[in-house]
């Protein structure tokens, strides 16, 4: 086995060794996902004072059930394909907009059933626009925070909260608890119903009112933390709440848009959520080790090729590669016979004529004559019969015979 093998073989092991540790490591880290600043009993959280718990729950039992990421003016109405029986709001933290307002009592008047488990009756956002129930898409007051009453207040202005305090557990009776011990643990009841009909008490406090609204109704929950997975390991809350949200029928949402969840539709989004979770590092892990791999053992994809060597046009190294063969080979005859039919070409270009070393002679004399120089003709004459009979020419001599030739082509030029 040559070294390189080894060295394939060890970078291999190595990479799936780190990608097995990296589905470990994720798998054991993305067991729970907290809330700790906020502390929202929203289903995306499963410490406890998230309602992951409770959603599962639902599920379970009413598979129905999906988390709801848009403004509430875009609920399908009753009648309406995909319309939700029941929504669940717990301890929502974005104010309610005056739009979304107008049409959940739309749907509540026309069937609709709000599990809303809240401390403060749900604020409402001050309108900001006369016409702002013209928008189709979501709430045009979305990002004002001014004091326009509550949710609740429109249809039971009485109602009062006691103050929280720690958990209490107790046993619940009412319209709404199901048959047999049913125990429930709060932090917080309603302190007065204004005449609302009650249909939960823990230890004789009312825990919960029912609010009639055309052919719907609101279920209001005084404790937004009996949804919490904390307090259902406690006691039968999960129970009971199942049993509010069934009883109804349909479809079950629990809303996370007004815990800050709305809808993100873009793969910049996703993709940059994707990379934040476990798995997406593990992801980012595998394939900075496989750049690495590539860069160290400098992996190439395809074949490969030699890089074309670039055009040499250089005479001088031409004659130079000639000169060399003709040295090597010792031709001194061929190496003059081709000086002649080098100077016959060129000659004949010049004259428009064919010339060759027959009449190369007569041509030259006719060259002199005309140009009033012999000393060229009568050199390279003497030099060339030296080499017709067989005589071996010195360097000098050969140098002379290649300059004198190429003195007579350069007079030959305009």
């Known amino acids: 086995m040559t070294p390189q093998t080894v060295n394939r073989l060890t970078a291999a092991l190595a990479t799936g060794t780190f990608f097995v540790l990296s589905v470990l490591l994720a798998s054991f880290s993305s067991h729970q996902s907290r809330d700790t600043l906020l502390q929202r009993p929203s289903t995306f959280f499963t410490d406890p004072s998230g309602a992951r718990a409770l959603f599962l729950v639902v599920n379970q ?38 739009n979304e307002a107008e049409h959940l009592h739309r749907w509540l008047d026309m069937g609709g059933h709000l599990i809303v488990l809240t401390a403060n009756g749900w604020p409402l956002r001050q309108r900001i626009a006369t016409d702002e129930l013209d928008s189709k898409d979501e709430p045009a007051d979305d990002e004002g925070h001014g004091s326009g009453g509550t949710f609740l207040a429109r249809y039971a202005q009485g109602l009062k909260w006691t103050k929280a305090a720690g958990v209490s557990t107790g046993r619940a009776s009412g319209p709404s608890v199901p048959k047999g011990e049913i125990v429930l643990s709060w932090r917080r009841s309603f302190a007065a119903t204004a005449g609302a009909k009650i249909i939960a008490l823990v230890d004789g406090a009312p825990l919960a009112v029912e609010i009639p609204v055309g052919k719907g109704r609101i279920t209001a929950i005084a404790d937004p933390t009996v949804a919490s997975n904390g307090l259902l390991r406690r006691s039968d809350n999960a129970v009971w709440l199942v049993s509010l949200a069934a009883g109804w029928g349909g479809k079950v949402l629990f809303d996370e848009y007004h815990h800050g969840f709305g809808q993100k539709r873009g793969t910049g989004e996703l993709t940059r959520a994707f990379f934040m979770t476990p798995w997406g590092w593990s992801v980012l892990q595998v394939v900075f080790a496989g750049c690495l791999y590539i860069f160290v053992y400098r992996r190439r994809f395809g074949r490969i090729k030699e890089l074309p060597s670039p055009n040499r046009a250089s005479p001088l190294e031409l004659v130079h590669a000639r000169a060399g063969v003709l040295q090597v080979a010792a031709a001194q005859g061929l190496a003059a016979d081709l000086i002649v039919q080098h100077l016959c070409q060129s000659l004949g270009k010049a004259h428009g004529k064919t010339i060759d070393s027959a009449v190369l002679g007569r041509e030259l004399e006719t060259l002199a004559k005309s140009h009033g120089a012999a000393a060229p003709l009568t050199a390279l004459q003497a030099l060339f019969a030296k080499v017709k009979a067989g005589a071996r020419l010195n360097d000098r001599e050969f140098i002379e015979l290649g300059r004198t030739a190429g003195e007579i082509i350069k007079g030959q030029k305009p």
């Open 61 to 98: 039992f009413l598979p129905a059930t999906e988390q709801w990421r848009r403004p509430l003016n875009l609920l399908p109405l009753p009648g309406a394909l995909d319309a939700p029986g029941t929504v669940v709001m717990a301890g929502p933290t974005r104010p309610l907009g005056a």
